[in-house]
């Protein structure tokens, strides 16, 4: 039901009627028709009447109003009906049609271009160019063949004079991809007769107002309408057509299209042809019949690209094959004129088949695959002629008169019949509504044997001259007893049916009667061989593809063709089962009145068409019936999200109970109705509220299907990481045992090895026994050490002890730490070292012995130092485990200076040969000596003294001597700049420094070169701080000793 609308414009649905009457209904349409409101719904059909004025309603506004919407959310308008279809094709994969119908005038071409504006305004969303092209295509061959079908005619300044089916085809998401158009029946008579007050196709008038005079020169043609037989008629009629404007328009769309020049100058030349051959006149002379106006002969051959005696031969002979003879055969002037008729007639219908298939080559969905691109669905529009009634009804009227009673059928079919045939098959309390079943006429026309076309076909069929009176009397014969049937010879009262001439049929829309004259022979539709051979022979490629079967033989025996009615009919029959088989929507046109006056509401000539149209059954049908239906197991797989019973499988006995408990959880009982097979649903707003309950659930369920999905992906990933990592933990044990075993079998037997198992390699361990590997050797070297000292005796071992911490001081630091030799420590009492002098060493050592009570002598030996003139002076140091004595040997070793040894703080050596050594005491009275032997001479004993040094200290305190050292300062930039890296040994953590001290020495063993630097700390105020980087001092005394460099540098903070 519609909304959107107040009441003052009426009822937009006929539904809503207060009663289903005629005069309400009228009431209604008239309210809206004045109000400007032309449109109506009676549910899903729309009622349109043609407004006669151009009305704001179709714009892009408009078009985004409806665009996705219900079809009762807005106003009723074609564009409702459209998107319903449009809707129902995407939604549902189905193929729809629209079918418009309504009498001449009523507004059906209008409709279905607006329908197809409307398609075309809401697909390709994304703007594709292909899809761009073919509608641009689809829009474009509407102007094409409104210019060559349809014309001019007492009822409508543009009358559609053919049907036409357009199928319009959809991808998977709803973008036209393609079409294709079917055309029905042109009334090609009207090429060369038209009633007075109508026109010929648009095509000879666009030609001759808009084509240019240089075209029409070369068409031999003149602009004035009326020097041609064939449109002089209605050459001097008013219209609201524009034609040369409409020229312009036309020829643009054919070459948008895909004309080529060519092709669109063959058109041209056709139309020509036709207007010249009306100027044909024949003469008799004597038997022989002549062509008046030879001239005309010419230009037709010229335009036909063929030669002036062929043309002259096939319009006044015809070729008769008789057994193996030719002879060709005079016309009679009749004759000639049927001929130059016919031939005029066939040649403009031909052109317009032509257009149609040039078209469809051009618009037909191309490419298509079904696997890639998904179902392609159609939707149709059938806008074909209305049914007519004129002064004179001939053949034409007659088959569209048969047409519309078969688009009404389907209508009944669809509509009324079906629907209420449903109802009582699903057992839907249902009261039968009356309607006027048409199918008696339809029969009554095309039933084999027996209908009008069969008795038209036998008339022609009989051999010799056949009249058209002749065929009447058949048909009197053989309908005479049909309700809907009669002639003046079966009602010999009815004063308006002329006798032989006349036979009325009474249609569902109304009476009509039909003349005879000339039935047989439009059924027949005669054109003589000697036409189509001559067009076939034509030079003009375009035109010899038109008429392929010229190629025939004469003597060739072909088929009887088929009748131009039965041909009809076959195309009719055709066309309803297409209908039939997609989901049909309605447009019903009504024209309002016969004046084209957009005022004008003719009561009586819109009853009438109300009534044949069965819009009150419609009504009827609609009120009691159901907006929807469809299969319980179908409506469930739509809709079953939505109730908890139903989602997402239901455990009641049946489906049709799922839907029950479905559609009494949504509170929808009353608007619905329970078939056999299927639910029907009375009105759209339930439908529409249940699609958005599913829109709603559709979220929902997407959300739930995104959760469960990324939770078994997670899961699975889970999965897979903890079977990983179960690997990687029994690669590992694995690994770790092998290589466990891989040591065990390596150094199996290390007890009995000579080394005790220092060759044997370390297998490469995992990275995980990395430390484990470096403890395992620590482990393995401290019980092989352990091993390798038992067997050192007892005494040796204090001189071991002292390597390993002279090597652990030094290692890498100097080149020799005399490990080699055996460190005799007590250097003065030794003899060897000091023949001459130990004798008066040994008294003096144990006078001190004595006094200071030392326990044991750690080292002793001479040294030599450089006093503060430069003097080198020999000197003794001798340390106990109390002191440090600096001696004189030159006097008896007389004790200079002891120096308690809980005063040393450090030890400071060099890395270089030299064996000057710097004792650091607390009270910085630093004492800087070097070490001296005279046997062996030079022999390096710092290694030792160190040594000694470090593992007496070792054992009575715990601080660790390398990295007080290392981290003072950087002996390495001091390595790189002056050649010379300190080494440090701290006794004692070192005191925080206040500023840098230097001492210059001359190195007392070496006193010919270079300088030795003592740089130290101090907190003695009597010193002055220096100001001096240890790098610039060292600067300057590179340069003093005239770049002889520094053999030696101390330095500690
Ligand atoms: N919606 C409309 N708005 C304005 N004018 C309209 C509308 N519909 C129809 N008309 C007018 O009515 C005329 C006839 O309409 P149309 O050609 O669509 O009739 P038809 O039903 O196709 O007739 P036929 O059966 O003769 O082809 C149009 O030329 C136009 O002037
Ligand atoms: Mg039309």
Redesign the pocket.
Known sequence: MAEQESLEFGKADFVLMDTVSMPEFMANLRLRFEKGR?YTFIGEVVV?V??????NIYGRETIEQYKGRELYERPPHLFAIADAAYKAMKRRSKDTCIVIS??????????SK?IMQYIAAITNPSQRAEIERVKNMLLKSNCVLEAFG?AK?N??????RFGKYMDINFDFKGDPIGGHISNYLLEKSRVIVQQPGERSFHSFYQLLQGGSEQMLRSLHLQKSLSSYNYIHVGAQLKS?INDAAEFKVVADAMKVIGFKPEEIQTVYKILATILHLGNLKFVVDGDTPLIENGKVVSIIAELLSTKTDMVEKALLYRTVATGRDIIDKQHTEQEACYGRDAFAKAIYERLFCWIVTRINDIIEVKNYDTTVHGKNTVIGVL?I??FEIFDNNSFEQFCINYCNEKLQQLFIQLVLKQEQEEYQREGIPWKHIDYFNNQIIVDLVEQQHKGIIAILDDACMNVGKVTDAMFLEALNSKLGKHGHFSSRKLCASDKMLEFDRDFRIRHYAGDVVYSVIGFIDKNKDTLFQDFKRLMYNSSNPVLKNMWPEGKLSITEVTKRPLTAATLFKNSMIALVDNLASKEPYYVR?IKPNDK?SPQVFDDERCRHQVEYLGLLENVRVRRAGFAFRQAYEKFLHRYKMISEFTWPNHDLPSDKEAVKKLIEQCGFQEDVAYGKTKIFIRTPRTLFTLEELRAQMLLRIVLFLQKVWRGTLARMRYKRTKAALTIIRYYRHYKVKSYIHEVARRFHGVRTMRDHGKHVKWPTPPKVLRRFEEALQAIFNRWRASQLIKTIPASDLPQVRAKVAAMEMLKGQRADLGLQRAWEGNYLASKPDTPQTSGTFVPVANELKRKDKYMNVLFSCHVRKVNRFSKVEDRAIFVTDRHLYKMDPTKQYKVMKTIPLYNLTGLSVSNGKDQLVVFHTKDNKDLIVCLFSKQPTHENRIGELVGVLVNHFKRLTDWDTRTGGREAFSPARWGEESGAVVVHCFFYPATPTRGLHFKEKLCPCDPGVPSVIAICSSFSPQRKPCTRTVEQILEVHKAKSRGGGIRGALCWP
């Not at 043609?50 to 009305?55: E, G, H, Q």
């Not at 309504?102 to 409709?111: D, L, P, Y």
């Open positions: 032309i349109s043609n407004p006669y004025k151009s009305l309504g009498e001449s005038g009523a507004g059906k071409t209008e409709a607006y349809n005619t009822r409508n300044d543009n009358s559609s609201s806008d002629y209305g046109c084209k």
